[in-house]
C-alpha cells in the first residue's frame, strides 16, 4: 500500500489550501480516512477523519474551517482547509484504515506553511 499526499505549500493568512491523498496498491477496502498534523516541536494531532459511510468527524481547533472528503471509487481523501491561520502551519499527514489490517498507514506528509 502507498498513500501519496499532494496540495501542501506557502499561503498568506486567510488563504484556502487542499490537501490530497490518494490510495495505491490496496487490496484491502478502506474503513476511516483521516488528516493529522504536526508543528514544529509539537507532538502529530489528529484533525479530521471520515467514515466508509461519509461521517465526518472534526478536531475542535478547525471545526468551521476545515473539509473533509472521500472519493471512494478513487481511493482518496481531501482536505480543503480555509480562512488559513499562522497556527495551521504544520507537516500534513494522511492516514489510512483498512479492513481487517491492525496498523493504519501513513501518508510521507506534505507542508502547509502559512504566513502573516
Known amino acids: 500500500v502507498q498513500l501519496v499526499e499532494s496540495g501542501g505549500g506557502l499561503v498568506q493568512s486567510g488563504g484556502s489550501l487542499t490537501l490530497s491523498c490518494a490510495a495505491y496498491?490496496?487490496?484491502?477496502?478502506?474503513?476511516?480516512m483521516g488528516w493529522y498534523r504536526q508543528a514544529p516541536g509539537k507532538q502529530r494531532e489528529w484533525v479530521a477523519s471520515?467514515?466508509?459511510?461519509?461521517?465526518?468527524y472534526y478536531a475542535h481547533s478547525v471545526k468551521g474551517r476545515f473539509t473533509i472528503s472521500r472519493d471512494n471509487a478513487k481511493n482518496t481523501v481531501l482536505l480543503q482547509i480555509h480562512s488559513l491561520k499562522p497556527e495551521d502551519t504544520a507537516v500534513y499527514y494522511c492516514?489510512?484504515?483498512?479492513?481487517?489490517?491492525?496498523?493504519?498507514?501513513w501518508g510521507q506528509g506534505t507542508q502547509v506553511t502559512v504566513s502573516s
Open positions: 492516514n489510512v484504515n483498512f479492513v481487517g489490517v491492525r496498523d493504519d498507514y
Open positions: 496498491e490496496s487490496t484491502f477496502s478502506i474503513n476511516v
Open positions: 471520515i467514515s466508509s459511510d461519509g461521517e465526518t
